[in-house]
């Protein structure tokens, strides 16, 4: 993934960019397809990704919003 190539490099921003843009796919395909069980545990990743990265930058209350 994108989000964790840059997430190593430690260029939060464009990890948090792509992140969210791997989010809003998932979101979409679940939408479309509720009943999708994989879309529905890749979107569950994604939450988790953004979560992880919102506590590793020290803004846990957006981590929680994205973790709960």
Do not use: F
């Not at 395909?29 to 509720?34: E, I, M, S, T, W």
């Not at 009943?35 to 953004?50: I, K, P």
């Amino acid at each position: 993934k994108l989000g964790n190539l840059q997430k190593d490099l430690r260029d939060w921003g464009r990890a948090q960019m792509y992140y969210a843009k791997a989010l809003g796919a998932s979101e979409e395909l679940v939408r479309l397809n509720p009943g999708n069980a994989q879309y529905r545990r890749d979107a569950s990743v994604n939450y988790s990704d953004l979560g992880n990265l919102e506590i590793a930058l020290g803004d846990l209350g957006k981590a929680q919003k994205y973790l709960e």
